[in-house]
């Protein structure tokens, strides 16, 4: 298996424009997380799909971001409209049913807002 | 809610030298707990992870970790280290119960000295 794919790896934009990241889970797994990974904060969850449905998005900052999964094997991040804070390395996970503890990561897309 | 505590930001070990990564964790139950790594622009992969039953786990790498209930702590240690394990190191809870992302601590810097 290729294990977690994400693209792009690397994402330079300016303040203001709409960014898109996006994820495949390894192939079976029924749970995808969306993390960021800041220097202040360190790795924080934003948000889980449970068999494509959102289940928790409490880690969402705000209404700029947005998460999708319209199918099993896709999920995008968009951050509409893009600031400097949004800086960060976004990771994306995915695990099986039954065994949701054990989170495969995919290798991170770093995100730098001018 | 579950918290981790890396309580070393930055380590310093000189090649050949044993290792010993600090970890506590704040929860009521027992806990699902992980150790990750994570080499410089790459994801985490996943070191060695304790569910229940033998205190003392074995992951990759030659690393491995001990979970003390008593002392709330799950460290991770490597007899000698190798110029290859320099990284940041993360350990993680899972809570269990409901489906829900892991909390991660902040992570341990490991530099390795020649």
């Known amino acids: 298996d290729a294990g977690v794919i994400q693209s792009p790896r690397h994402e330079v934009t300016e303040m203001g424009q709409e960014v898109t990241l996006r994820c495949k889970p390894i192939?079976?797994?029924?749970?995808l997380f969306w993390y960021r990974q800041t220097m202040m904060r360190g790795l924080e969850l934003l948000i889980y799909f449970n068999n494509n449905v959102p289940i928790d998005d409490s880690g969402m900052p705000e209404d700029r971001f947005s998460a999708k999964m319209p199918n099993a094997s896709f999920s995008t991040l968009k951050i509409q409209p893009s600031e400097p804070r949004d800086s960060a390395v976004y990771f994306c996970a995915s695990s099986l049913s039954g065994r949701v503890e054990t989170q495969y990561f995919g290798p991170g897309t770093r995100l730098l807002v001018l | 809610a579950q918290s981790v505590t890396q309580p070393d930001i930055h380590i310093t070990v000189s090649e050949g030298a044993s290792l010993e990564l600090r970890c506590n964790y704040s929860y009521g139950a027992t806990p699902y707990l992980f150790w990750y790594v994570q080499s410089p622009g790459q994801g985490l992969q996943l070191l060695l992870k304790?569910?229940?039953?033998?205190?003392l786990v074995q992951g990759i790498k030659g690393f491995e970790a001990e979970f003390k209930r008593s002392q709330s702590s799950f460290n991770l240690r490597k007899p000698s280290v190798h110029w290859s394990d320099a990284a940041e190191y993360f350990c993680a809870v899972y809570s269990g119960g409901g489906a829900d992302g892991l909390t991660f601590g902040k992570g341990t810097h490991l530099i390795i000295q020649p």
């Open positions: 304790y569910f229940s039953g033998d205190t």
């Open positions: 192939s079976g797994h029924d749970y």
